[in-house]
């Protein structure tokens, strides 16, 4: 698009045209039945979005740990100290998106929202590593339970 800003290296290439997109992609993690390639960086946080903005029968800080763990055992992932699901990088993104949700322009569609969201630092999947040293982000202990940043406090 003319006069638009690159995407920075690693960023999320998705682009959800409706919200109907976030939608699928939020029931078919709680359903189980997203394939697991579309488990993507930026399935994630429209999964997550989905679930803050549209199903306040959930409360994402408690709910998605457990319905991330239960996908990824459905799709043959294991979550293990080395794999699978990480709880430090899902609190911290779940501060993010509701950082980004909240200025957010009044009324803006689901798709529009997590669209910017992902043309954002956080669409990059590396955007963590401005917080984290790769050695205390990826230990057991941050995998397992939140782990304060040792590099930068967070933004938000």
């Known amino acids: 698009m003319p006069g638009s800003e690159p995407s920075p290296p690693g960023a999320a290439r998705a682009s959800?045209?409706?919200?109907?997109?976030?939608?699928?992609?939020?029931?078919?993690?709680?359903?189980?039945?997203?394939?697991?390639?579309?488990w993507t960086h930026a399935a994630h946080f429209a999964a997550a979005l989905w679930i803050v903005a549209r199903r306040p029968d959930l409360a994402a800080e408690r709910d998605m740990?457990?319905?991330?763990?239960?996908?990824?055992?459905?799709?043959?992932?294991?979550?293990?100290?080395?794999?699978?699901?990480?709880?430090?990088?899902?609190?911290a993104s779940l501060r993010g998106l509701r950082a980004h949700l909240a200025a957010a322009p009044a009324g803006e569609p689901l798709h529009r929202t997590c669209n910017a969201l992902l043309a954002s630092p956080l669409g990059d999947k590396r955007w963590p590593a401005a917080y984290w040293s790769h050695a205390l982000l990826f230990s057991p202990a941050a995998r397992r339970a939140w782990v304060d940043p040792d590099l930068a406090p967070l933004p938000f």
Do not use: S
């Not at 939608?23 to 390639?37: C, D, H, N, W």
């Not at 239960?70 to 979550?79: I, S």
């Open 16 to 38: 959800f045209a409706g919200e109907d997109d976030i939608r699928r992609i939020g029931e078919g993690v709680l359903a189980r039945t997203l394939p697991k390639a579309e």
């Open 65 to 91: 740990p457990g319905l991330i763990r239960a996908y990824n055992e459905a799709t043959g992932v294991a979550n293990t100290d080395h794999g699978g699901y990480h709880e430090t990088i899902t609190l």
